[in-house]
């Protein structure tokens, strides 16, 4: 065995038993197929979440589709075509508002409701096992690759910090200007108040920038305005210009989760805080039950191993926590995954006394930025996955807003735009996107005995191991299993046998 091979390894607990749901409160309607992943690769999760998979904590759930009470759908983002709604806008400009003038908006949070945490029932069981990661062995070792806020290259005493998501090149963007039919033409055409404001605190800037003796060009003519009829776009929205003297300050940071970075472990204790807040607040949980061990388990533990790819985000992959610092102190963490060709978004949390900033529309806006940002680095990685869409629960309807997006057609596996699917939900829960009756799962499971295991140590197939184990009851289980994965995951992802 290859000494810097990486495995995922999982063991596997069917979908017999209905459970509560959280969304619609059904106590024995919710069917999900579930197993406890101890390691896994980003490639493998990948592709599992391209089949319906999802992870919370080292918890890995299908829903099954056709049975559970709240359907439950793949939903991504086509981050490098989505442009801001009326409403995105808006929650932008909110927190672009509060950052300039300190106006501190009233009401709560506008989107982004959570989806309930999935407890794990064979989680007491899985606590005994072994590590089995070193039954196989070790992933090379990398170097940590930490990204830290960073501050706007000073220009005077009075320089405010950057929104770390800010324009790499610091550009804004022109607003044209038009002619009004009618008017004198040999007089130049009227210009907006919004742009004449904008060119004057740029002279102003110029002006102090000068004064402070740093080079600088006053132009004595203003700026010829281009792309007449380009829209503004998600990263303009966020970059608004801010005034000298911000009454806030904003930095979003990224820091790895697994393995922690040491800006992780720094944190960990304002981040818990935050959570329990939240928590409490939103979900009404009671004091004792969002416990720094269930915090751990739900939010910082992944299975996901840290990967780093030299076509890939300088970041590297896996598992990171963004944190939302508003002048020092901790106010949301969004949770996320970076993966080969998408940022998928697993949880977000906020301090209950910011809840009127609609962090949860800005902090999904912001990840979709992020995506972009990221997409420059790794040009195949150019989708945001927000989880599920639920179209039977009116609150989580919301994740349809940010368009273009695709749901996953929960028999073929092939992504079809959602307004074609919403037709299908408004009459009935359980839909097949794929209109082609022809189609079918292109990666079906052919080979049960190509699928793999770990058994005594050892990685086979399992036609191999079923020799090993002359009388074994476990085909029907393997079979569910690997058919859930489809052929090329099963030859891949270890399945644990004791």
Request: net charge positive; hydrophobic share 30%.
């Amino acid at each position: 065995m290859a000494a810097n091979k990486s495995f995922t390894i999982v063991e596997y607990f069917g979908g017999d038993d209905g459970y509560r749901c959280g969304y619609c409160k059904n106590e024995k309607g919710n069917f999900s197929h579930g197993m406890w992943s101890h390691t896994m690769t980003v490639q493998d999760y990948q592709d599992l979440i391209d089949r319906g998979w999802r992870r919370s904590g080292k918890y890995v759930y299908k829903p099954i589709m056709n049975k559970t009470c709240c359907p439950q759908y793949t939903i991504r983002c086509h981050a490098l075509k989505f442009q801001p709604s009326k409403s995105h806008k808006k929650s932008l400009k909110k927190m672009n508002k509060f950052i300039s003038n300190g106006e501190l908006p009233t009401g709560q949070d506008d989107a982004r409701p959570q989806e309930p945490s999935k407890v794990c029932h064979a989680e007491v069981k899985c606590a005994a096992i072994t590590d089995i990661q070193k039954e196989v062995a070790e992933c090379p070792t990398v170097t940590e690759v930490q990204k830290e806020a960073a501050d706007a290259a000073p220009t005077g005493p009075e320089t405010t910090k950057k929104d770390l998501m800010s324009a790499p090149d610091g550009r804004t963007t022109a607003t044209s200007t038009k002619a009004v039919m009618g008017a004198d033409p040999s007089r130049p055409p009227c210009r907006k108040a919004k742009e004449l404001r904008k060119e004057r605190r740029l002279q102003k800037e110029q002006m102090r920038q000068k004064a402070d003796g740093v080079s600088s060009i006053v132009s004595s003519t203003p700026p010829t305005p281009t792309h007449a009829s380009q829209p503004k776009t998600l990263e303009d929205f966020i970059d608004e210009s801010l005034p000298d003297k911000s009454s806030h300050c904003l930095e979003v940071r990224l820091v790895r989760a697994n393995p922690p970075s040491p800006q992780f472990k720094a944190s960990f204790d304002a981040s818990y805080q935050v959570y329990k807040l939240y928590q409490m607040a939103i979900h009404k949980d009671p004091p004792d039950k969002p416990s720094e061990s269930q915090f751990r388990r739900f939010l910082c533990d992944s299975p996901l191993e840290a990967e780093y790819s030299p076509d890939g985000p300088e970041v590297g992959y896996g598992s990171f926590h963004q944190q939302y610092w508003l002048d020092g102190r901790l106010v949301a963490v969004g949770v996320i995954d970076i993966l080969p060709t998408c940022v998928s978004s697993v949880y977000l949390y906020y301090h209950p006394d910011s809840a009127s900033l609609s962090l949860g529309s800005y902090s999904a806006l912001r990840e979709i930025a992020f995506t972009r940002q990221l997409q420059k680095q790794s040009p195949k990685l150019c989708f945001y996955y927000l989880g599920f869409y639920i179209h039977s629960c009116p609150k989580m309807r919301y994740k349809g807003q940010y368009r273009p997006s695709d749901l996953l057609c929960p028999e073929t596996y092939a992504w079809v735009a959602i307004e074609r699917c919403i037709l299908q939900l408004e009459n009935s829960r359980y839909a097949r996107f794929n209109q082609d009756p022809d189609a079918g799962d292109a990666r079906a499971l052919k080979d049960v005995g190509r699928a793999m295991v770990l058994y005594r140590r050892a990685v086979m197939p399992y036609a191999a191991y079923s020799r090993k184990r002359k009388g074994s009851s476990d085909e029907t289980e393997v079979q569910q299993f690997a058919g859930l994965l489809g052929q090329d995951c099963a030859e891949r992802i270890l399945l644990y046998r004791a």
